[in-house]
């Protein structure tokens, strides 16, 4: 089976890679990480302009979609340039709202989120990405705690960042890949399900919610945001209380059908991350000599490169089949080999760059830590591949 774009989805990626190309997106993403959101906000526009966002919107809220493959597409080259800010999160809130019994909440927020007015996050646990910008800034919980699966991810994700972040205050590297690993899988082994605060597995929560917490301007400041693995992944504490906008067990349907567009995005975002890596990397090692030939030309070298090349082709069809059927073990596959194979990239990038792949200040850190947060975002590993397992017995068994 062959999966290839047709003539206008390879145009719509090559113009949303040439704009970015033009934006720069290195200084956007360092002044994103500081705080500062004024270039990043001006290429948010643009890449709304060109109607990323309304295709995870669908018509009846003036957006393009729902239309998956497309937007994969364009997250592959959002990720391929490190676009920072709540992109997944936008596109999630985007399903969530679409899937509610009550359109009235659709009505009156997509159309702005589809045309890159507003920004919007979507915090199912303890944080929030981006919350001191986004407009809409949704929280889904239950009576309990935090909502189910979705939330042990948020956390998992966020006591990673906390964790590598602590390190990283004894490190004057501020990128150091391994540093980051051993405290995400530190976080994985003991956050799966936190007790007493997420609903385990398959158990509905008994009174699930969705509220609209008031847009940063208008709501009582917070505490600043944690450090995160990726520094352009300001994570801040869930907002509290705000407007309901529904109530009851199809809160749970929608936030499920939301972590599905969630996890697609960020496969896609992923897969780019792992092909500007091996790009990179590749340019590198040309550039660079030792013992009068480029280390490029050594055989230990090229065996690396080839298998990041071999891991990212691998995941591409998993990507792409998995936004024709949009099936929650589909997703999770492409979830899991995408960011699998951008963080194995990402660690053959850092080895054949040497010292220099450490350096925060060389533009490489920007995607090796995006990669590393991403394998975490939104499902990890271990969540993802039991998800297809699930799908291969009882009742999800495939024919």
């Known amino acids: 089976m062959r999966f290839l774009l047709d003539p206008e989805q390879r145009a719509f990626a090559d113009s949303l890679n040439a704009m970015l190309t033009a934006a720069d997106t290195p200084s956007v993403v360092r002044s994103w990480s500081r705080g500062e959101h004024a270039s990043g906000r001006a290429l948010w526009r643009r890449i709304a302009g060109a109607g990323v966002f309304a295709l995870a919107v669908p018509e009846a809220y003036e957006g393009l979609g729902p239309r998956p493959v497309e937007l994969a597409v364009a997250f592959v080259e959002l990720g391929r340039h490190a676009v920072p800010g ?33 920004t919007a996050t979507l915090a199912t646990g303890r944080y929030a990405l981006d919350a001191d910008i986004a407009d809409v800034r949704l929280t889904a919980w239950a009576a309990r705690g935090p909502m189910g699966q979705a939330a042990a991810e948020t956390v998992v994700e966020a006591e990673a960042a906390d964790r590598s972040a602590s390190r990283e205050n004894t490190s004057t590297s501020g990128a150091g890949a391994s540093t980051s690993e051993a405290g995400a899988s530190a976080a994985e082994s003991r956050l799966a399900c936190p007790p007493g605060d997420a609903l385990p597995p398959g158990d509905a929560p008994p009174a699930a919610e969705l509220r609209l917490a008031p847009p940063p301007g208008r709501a009582p400041s917070t ?13 801040f504490p869930t907002p509290t209380g705000g407007e309901l906008l529904a109530v009851g067990p199809h ?36 550039q660079r000599t030792q013992f009068g030939v480029p280390i490029g030309s050594f055989q230990a070298v090229k ?27 589909d997703v999770a596959a492409a979830k899991v080999t995408a960011c699998e194979a951008a963080y194995r990239t990402a660690r053959t990038a850092l080895q054949l760059h040497g010292a220099i792949g450490y350096t925060a200040e060389y533009d ?20 993802c591949r039991a998800a297809v397992l699930n799908s291969l017995s009882g009742d999800g068994r495939r024919s």
């Open 223 to 235: 505490a600043g945001p944690h450090a995160s693995l990726d520094p352009a992944r300001r994570l």
């Open 86 to 118: 709540p992109l997944v999160e936008t596109v999630a809130a985007a399903a969530l709202l679409t899937a509610l019994d009550d359109s009235a909440p659709a009505k009156r927020l997509l159309p702005a989120l589809a045309s890159g007015e507003s």
């Open 303 to 329: 065996h690396q490169l080839a298998d990041a090349k071999i891991a990212l082709e691998f995941a591409r069809p998993l990507l792409f089949g998995a936004a024709l059927t949009m099936t929650e073990s």
């Open 364 to 383: 490489l850190s920007l995607w090796l830590t995006k990669a590393r947060a991403l394998r975490t975002s939104w499902g990890s590993p271990g969540e």
């Open 251 to 286: 809160v749970a349907a929608a936030v499920a059908h939301a972590l599905t567009w969630a996890r697609l995005a960020t496969a896609a975002q992923a897969l780019g991350v792992g092909l500007a890596l091996l790009d990179r990397t590749v340019a590198y090692v040309k």
